[in-house]
């Protein structure tokens, strides 16, 4: 037995064979001229024919999609005919260079060039090294390269996967999924929570010596623990029982019974993260108790303009008509250098991550987010959901009070009598604490807002100052890093201080989490006990949450809370609050 251990994205104990990514296509040969006869005009059309037939199967292959998935095929769609891509393969190919050849060192230097930039823009390299050999494979007139096919399901095994190959992954087949590469915020992880697949990212050997686990001989048996980040190859029968009660204790967490709450009563409301109305109306169906993130970023993507309010209003009520009389908190369109928008943002920043993105983009592109507030307060008027509307990236208390006052001029904010007895806000004003600076100045920013939703993975990935894409960090974008549950912390006293006397829960203004450490059970656990009041997470990981909160008293999950803060690294804490939680090792957790 070989094993190899990582970080465990998704939780789940499965036995399977092992099938490998296959290799991608062979680079074409330095120099390779064009055909002979073949004239540079009709090569550039030979190409820019390939890019575009990518593209629409791409599209295609989106619109069948939902959520993070649609949106990375979408994105991936885009790079098939990016202008700097095919802009500099078509010189390329008029100085005399085959089409491929031309395409090859044309994705080469954007890459590179993303890579250097790091952050989000660092991940995009991977969407121009996946439609390269795409469209080289059209212009091959072969496969492209992507997922096995199989008979019977297997455990994928990968160096790392192209987002849109991750995209399109079938539960179905794929028991599991482990990459050599990536880290626990990549899209590889995100999409792996989402689909419910047990996942492990950034796996070595533990023999430093050994082969990779991108080595291990297709169709051998091969063992994953998702929750412990750790494959083995040649399993025994400890894994087969193992695998088997995690078979027999997941169909146990396939029921939410509507009500989040610890074993003494106390509530914290579980709501998912939802990116359009299909993925609300799911949520709705798994008794989610609203929307703790509305991703609007949907209906920006794949476009070069700005979409029309009446667009708009449309989208944002179809999601609201999910949840009538809940909770929906929508996140003004988060993008920017690092997610480039035609007609929002510059491309070529030097750093996107620390960049124009979020919030600020209304510094260079006056006029997008207040008409975003407009739609989305008329879309709120026609609906009967409760409307909770917040802004990424706020750094200061200035940039909250800011947007509180775009929001009151669009309506956004304002009192409506909902019953006989009590008038209190339809629409709400928050902010979303994804920056250091916002959860150490937590009193002052919530002094001009009415709530506060914390973005774990950006918040672990500033605190930390690791680029959450890259595998050799994985271990410092954790959010059980105590620095990180000391600025969540910090952000509920700071609620606690600003509250008024018609505050939240314990007189505090509500803070809620809504990035991935939400999905951790055990993680949950911790941020409920540091006061936190709503968890939001995507719908699948709501009833293993929701059992393990069930299983102890707040108070506990308190005492858990300070443990975990006083502990010396993320590995410990987590260790800490495992060991005091027997019930995530009987739900296979």
């Given at each position: 037995?070989?094993?190899f251990k ?11 064979p092992?099938m490998?990514?296959p290799a991608?296509?062979?680079?074409p040969?330095?120099g390779m001229?064009?055909a002979e006869?073949?004239l540079?005009?009709?090569?550039i ?5 390939a890019a575009e037939a ?5 599209k295609?292959?989106?619109?069948a999609a939902s959520?993070?998935a649609?949106?990375v095929?979408e994105?991936?769609a885009l790079m098939a005919?990016d ?5 500099s ?6 100085s ?6 031309a395409?090859w060192?044309?994705?080469e230097e954007?890459?590179a ?12 390299s991977r969407d121009v ?12 007139g072969?496969?492209?390269p992507g997922?096995?096919?199989?008979l019977?399901p297997?455990?994928?095994i990968?160096?790392?996967?192209a987002p849109?190959d ?8 794929v ?8 880290g626990?915020q ?9 689909l419910?697949l047990?996942a ?19 169709g051998s048996s ?6 412990a980040?750790e494959?083995?190859?040649n399993?025994?029968?400890r894994?087969?029982?193992l695998?088997?009660?995690w078979?027999e204790?997941?169909s146990q967490l396939q ?5 989040g709450?610890?074993?003494?009563g106390r509530?914290v ?7 359009n109305?299909?993925?609300a109306v799911?949520a709705a169906?798994?008794?989610a ?12 993507l794949d ?7 009446a667009?708009q209003?449309?989208?944002?009520r ?6 009538p009389?809940?909770?929906v908190?929508?996140r ?6 690092d ?7 510059d491309?070529?920043?030097p750093?996107p991550?620390?960049?124009v993105r ?8 006056t006029g ?5 507030l407009e739609?989305i307060a008329q ?5 009967d959901?409760?409307?909770w509307?917040?802004?990424p990236m706020?750094s200061t208390?200035v940039?909250a009070?800011e ?10 904010g ?9 008038a ?6 928050g902010v979303m604490?994804?920056?250091?600076a916002?959860a150490?100045r937590?009193e002052q ?8 939703s914390?973005?774990t993975?950006?918040l672990t990935?500033y605190?930390l ?6 595998a050799?960090?994985a271990?410092?974008n954790?959010?059980w890093?105590?620095a ?5 912390k910090?952000?509920?006293a700071?609620?606690k201080?600003?509250a008024?006397?018609?505050g939240g829960q314990?007189?505090?203004k509500p803070?809620?989490v809504?990035?991935e450490a939400?999905?951790d059970?055990?993680l ?10 709503t968890?939001s997470?995507t719908a699948?990981?709501?009833?293993a949450v ?5 299983s ?7 005492e858990l809370a300070e443990?975990?803060l006083a ?5 410990a ?5 495992r ?7 009987s739900?296979?957790l």
């Open positions: 037995m070989i094993s990582g970080v465990g994205v998704a939780p789940g104990r499965v036995l399977g092992a490998t990514m991608a296509l062979e680079a040969a330095a001229p064009l006869g073949q540079p005009e009709a090569a059309s030979q190409l820019q024919e990518v593209r629409d199967e791409l295609q292959r989106a619109e959520g993070e649609r949106a095929l994105a991936t005919t202008s700097m891509l095919l802009k393969a078509r010189q390329k190919i008029t005399g260079l085959h089409p491929e050849r395409l060192e044309a994705a954007v890459s060039m993303l890579q250097r930039l790091g952050g989000y823009m660092a991940e995009r090294q996946d439609v390269r050999s795409r469209v080289i494979a059209r212009l091959r072969v496969p492209a997922i096995p096919d199989s019977e297997f455990v994928l990968a160096a790392d996967l849109a991750t995209a399109t992954l079938d539960p179905a087949k028991l599991a999924l482990v990459t050599a590469e990536g626990p990549s899209h590889t992880a995100i999409i792996a929570r989402a419910g047990p492990v990212v950034a796996a070595r050997n533990d023999a430093s010596a050994g082969p990779p686990v991108t080595e291990i001989e297709d091969v063992y994953v623990d998702g929750t980040g494959l083995r190859t399993p025994g029968t894994e087969e029982e695998s088997a009660v078979a204790q997941a029921n939410f019974d509507g009500t709450r610890f074993a003494d509530e409301p579980l709501l998912a993260n939802v990116g109305a299909a993925e799911a169906e798994a008794s108790q609203g929307i703790g993130l509305f991703r609007t970023e949907f209906l920006f476009r070069d303009s700005e979409p029309g309010a667009e209003i449309a989208a944002y179809s999601v609201f008509e999910a949840f009389g809940k909770k908190v929508v003004t369109l988060d993008a920017g250098a997610k480039p928008l035609p007609f929002l943002s491309a070529e920043e750093n991550a620390l960049g979020g919030y600020r983009t209304e510094l260079t592109s997008v987010l207040p008409r975003q739609a879309a709120a008027a026609g609906s959901a409760e409307v509307v917040m802004a706020i208390p940039e009070a947007f509180s006052e775009l929001c009151r001029r669009a309506g956004l304002d009192s409506v009598l909902v019953n006989q007895q009590n209190v806000p339809k629409t709400r004003v604490i994804e920056v250091p916002a150490l937590a920013v919530l002094d001009r807002v009415d709530f506060a914390l973005g993975n950006d990935q605190a100052a690791a680029d959450r894409q890259l050799p960090l271990h410092f954790d959010s890093q105590p990180v549950l000391a600025l969540v910090m952000t509920v700071g609620a201080a600003a008024e006397t018609t314990d007189g505090a803070v809620g809504c990035g939400a999905a059970p055990a949950a656990v911790v941020l409920a006990g540091l006061g936190v009041t968890l997470m699948r990981a709501i009833p929701a059992a393990v909160l069930r102890i008293d707040s108070r506990t999950a308190q443990a975990a502990a010396p690294s993320a590995e804490a987590r260790e800490t609050v060991a005091a939680l027997p019930v995530l090792e739900l296979g």
